[in-house]
Structure formats: C-alpha cells, structure tokens
C-alpha cells in the first residue's frame, strides 16, 4: 500500500528588498559572468550575499575544497537575515558533500532554494528533509548573467513570491493521459547517479519532471533504462519532458562515439516507446525548462496535474485561498 506523505508548503516568500544568498557547492565561477548575474538579482530589487569560496582560487574541477564549499554554504544558511539561497552554477561536485549537509541548520531558517543540473539531489532532499518546495530555476552565473527573458523573470519572481497556482506549457502529448502527484525530479544524468544511495529518487505517485544536455540517445536511453530496471518508474503518477539537448548538438555528440548513432529529434520518441512503453501512465513533452532557455522555474514538491484535454501543467494548489504560504 502506497504511504501517504504531508503535502509540501511552499517556502517563505522573497520580495524586492530582501537579501538573498549565492552559494557555490559545485563547479568554479567565472568572476565575469558572476557579477553580471549579481547585476541582475539587484535590478529584481534583491541584496545578494556571496558565499566565501565563490572568489577562492579553484580545486581541482570544483568551487574550492570540499570543506571550503561546505563550510562557505553552511555560513550562508546559518544567516536568519537572507530569504533565498540561489547557486551560482553547476557542474559537478554536490555529490560529494551531500551527505555532510547540516540539514538541522537548514531545517532552522526554512528558505526558497534554487539551482539546477549537478543540484538536482539537493533540491530532492530538501523537499523531502524539510517539507517546503524547493525551486528548478535559473542560476546566478549562468541563466542571470546570460539574461532572462521576460517569461523567465516572470516565471522566477511569481514562483519566489509564492504566488501559485500556475500553470506551464506544453508541447505535446506521447501518452495522453490525467495525472495528479508532487512533481519531482530534475536533470536525468544527476537522478541516474543517486541510485544505490540514500539520495535515490522516491516517485512513487508522483510526476517526474527529467532534463538534460549534451547527452547522445544511448546514454539517454542507458539512464532511463537503468532507472526503470529500479522500480523506480512502477508507480509513477506521470512523466513530463524539458528540455534535452538540441538536434545538432546530440547528432555530434553521437557521431564522435558511434558512426551509427542517430539524431536526438528523430531517435527521442522511438527509445521513449521501448523503455516506457510497459507502464501506461501519461507522458507529455516541451515543458519549458532546463540546461537551455525558456528555462522556468519549477516548484518541485508542489502538486502538479495533467490533464488529456489541455496542453499545460497545473501546479500547485486548485485555489489561491488552499495555497500554504508561510506569511511573514
């Protein structure tokens, strides 16, 4: 029998004025492209405070040592004063230090979070660590320093500002259907690596939101597989596609390892109906966010619905007055 979980809030709201944090537990920064974001969370009217190991020399592939990033992150989460902590990028490294996390601290000042790709088990385990939704969104020195456009800003200050519900578009349907569950999930590659760990996905009754980029149709197809040979797709609610990579960049990527491999755009639908095509729940496509623009902010932990008669994602709750919104 399906356990029943508390429904997820969303976290305080973060409005023109407050101070914001800008943490980095993955890859090096580039300085450039770190200010030009920090430009962009003070013309949204935010104050942002910069981790200690943002302008440190690099290590090895990573935002300084293991211990800098972590102690950096935990001195931005002890601060009661920022309302948000957004990531300056990704990469690689999270993983590493995951498990060294002082969830207790981050449990004492509940905050919006937001980031993606290499964050993606962070933003799982705090949805299900501390019971408030955590945001798929844009990240400081790369989304905001490239410059959001106007959908995405407005995607990201509505979502930081709790106001829900929403809804996302969609381009299409592989697998009509209806579906009602907490969306969850986040860049495929990073949710492939977690299994065999504590930080595996749990998607029972829940719609799985899966992204990714630069990734050739086996190594999709070798994810999803593995994901499924899990169990972890046996009692999903519902899948919905972002974004992947784009047609020419896939077909490159393929070409390099196999003269055979065929594009992304003509392979994707095809390896969708032989790895899932055993489990009857609705998959839909073209949800606007991920490792590309229209990158939107998506609310994971928030109920999400499907519906066969309509080409969007509902999220959140069917009423403003229903919404649980931690007023200041």
């Not at 979980?5 to 537990?25: E, F, H, K, W, Y």
């Amino acid at each position: 029998m399906m356990m029943r979980t508390p429904p997820i809030s969303p976290p305080p709201p973060v409005l023109p004025g407050d101070r914001v944090g800008v943490a980095a537990l993955s890859g090096p920064v580039d300085p450039l492209r770190l200010e030009s974001g920090l430009g962009a969370l003070r013309r949204y009217g935010f104050d942002p405070v910069v981790a200690a190991n943002v302008s440190a020399p690099p290590h090895l592939f990573f935002a300084g040592t293991d211990d800098e990033r972590l102690q950096a992150f935990h001195e931005l989460a002890a601060d009661p004063s920022l309302k948000a902590i957004f990531f300056a990028r990704g990469g690689y490294g999270l993983t590493r230090i995951l498990e060294r996390i002082d969830w207790s601290l981050l449990a004492r000042y509940p905050r919006a979070y937001i980031g993606y790709s290499d964050l993606t088990p962070f933003l799982d385990e705090v949805v299900k660590r501390l019971g408030i939704a955590a945001f798929h969104g844009p990240m400081v020195a790369a989304d905001l320093a490239s410059g959001l456009s106007a959908e995405e800003e407005a995607s990201l200050l509505m979502a930081l500002a709790g106001r829900f519900p929403q809804t996302m578009p969609l381009t299409g349907w592989l697998r009509r259907g209806d579906a009602v569950g907490p969306l969850t999930g986040g860049c495929l590659s990073m949710l492939a690596a977690t299994l065999g760990t504590p930080y595996a996905p749990r998607l029972d009754g829940k719609i799985l939101v899966l992204e990714d980029v630069h990734e050739p149709p086996y190594r999709l197809d070798r994810m999803l597989t593995q994901l499924r040979g899990s169990g972890a797709f046996d009692q999903l609610a519902g899948l919905v596609l972002g974004h992947f990579s784009d047609p020419a960049a896939g077909q490159e990527a393929a070409a390099a390892e196999d003269e055979d491999g065929d594009e992304v755009e003509e392979s994707w639908p095809r390896l969708l109906e032989e790895v899932l095509g055993g489990f009857d729940w609705p998959i839909a496509y073209g949800l606007p966010c991920g490792h590309f623009p229209p990158n939107l902010t998506v609310p994971l932990g928030l109920q999400g619905r499907l519906s066969r008669r309509h080409e969007h994602l509902s999220i959140g709750p069917r009423s403003a007055r229903d919404a649980r919104i931690h007023h200041r």
